[in-house]
């Protein structure tokens, strides 16, 4: 059977036996419980995950204790802060598991050595971020163009799986809404 990570990075470039398994040599795997933290606001990242299994949740509190949900991350899914990452500065989020989770994750170290000696997955993880910045910017753009309901619509309509995963307290904060305004768009 092809290892997960395989088949993901095959999604966007070829890899030999060999190859990938100079890539997996640079990762290690990590299994978290259900609400363990993954990364704690104010810590310095020096890790990239990758979801094999389980649900993940990225968040900050506000100076008021609400929690806003930036993202969730699911299988196959890559998860970090990644201002905290890229420039190693303190994290301004925190990740922590919505499910028991298996990761891969790989160091900062690492990924910088592997796409300075492999340039296919300097060219993946370029392809991977593009795509992640254009999730980001739709996100954006249906925060502040679309409805509630319209948001609440398209999420179900695009992972539709998420909310059989996750409470709906948390697709409210997700939403930027109350759980009462949820329980309205639900009925």
């Given at each position: 059977?092809?290892?997960?990570?395989?088949q993901?990075?095959e999604?966007?470039?070829s890899?030999?036996?060999e190859?990938?398994?100079?890539?997996?040599?640079?990762?290690?795997?990590?299994?978290k419980?259900?609400?363990?933290?993954l990364?704690?606001?104010?810590?310095?990242?020096?890790?990239?995950?990758?979801?094999?299994?389980?649900?993940l949740?990225?968040?900050?509190?506000?100076?008021?204790?609400?929690?806003?949900?930036?993202?969730?991350g699911?299988e196959?899914?890559?998860?970090?802060?990644?201002?905290?990452?890229?420039?190693?500065?303190?994290?301004?989020?925190?990740?922590?598991?919505v499910e028991?989770?298996?990761?891969l994750?790989?160091?900062?170290?690492?990924?910088?050595?592997?796409?300075?000696q492999?340039?296919?997955?300097e060219?993946?993880?370029?392809?991977?971020?593009?795509i992640g910045?254009i999730?980001?910017?739709?996100?954006?753009l249906?925060?502040?163009?679309?409805?509630?309901?319209?948001?609440?619509?398209?999420?179900?309509?695009?992972?539709?799986?998420?909310?059989?995963?996750v409470?709906k307290?948390?697709?409210?904060?997700?939403?930027?809404v109350?759980?009462?305004?949820?329980s309205?768009l639900?009925?």
């Amino acid at each position: 059977m092809t290892h997960p990570l395989r088949q993901h990075i095959e999604e966007v470039i070829s890899l030999t036996d060999e190859e990938f398994d100079f890539v997996l040599s640079h990762f290690k795997q990590i299994n978290k419980r259900k609400h363990q933290y993954l990364i704690q606001e104010g810590e310095i990242v020096n890790k990239e995950y990758w979801i094999i299994k389980g649900c993940l949740k990225s968040y900050f509190v506000d100076k008021t204790g609400k929690e806003h949900i930036i993202q969730f991350g699911m299988e196959n899914w890559w998860i970090t802060d990644y201002e905290s990452f890229v420039k190693q500065t303190k994290s301004k989020t925190s990740i922590d598991c919505v499910e028991d989770c298996e990761l891969l994750y790989i160091s900062f170290e690492n990924r910088d050595k592997l796409t300075a000696q492999m340039h296919k997955m300097e060219r993946f993880w370029a392809k991977k971020s593009k795509i992640g910045r254009i999730a980001l910017q739709n996100r954006i753009l249906s925060l502040l163009q679309n409805s509630t309901k319209e948001r609440y619509n398209l999420l179900l309509e695009q992972y539709p799986e998420l909310f059989q995963r996750v409470p709906k307290k948390m697709i409210a904060a997700y939403l930027g809404v109350s759980r009462e305004t949820l329980s309205r768009l639900d009925s």
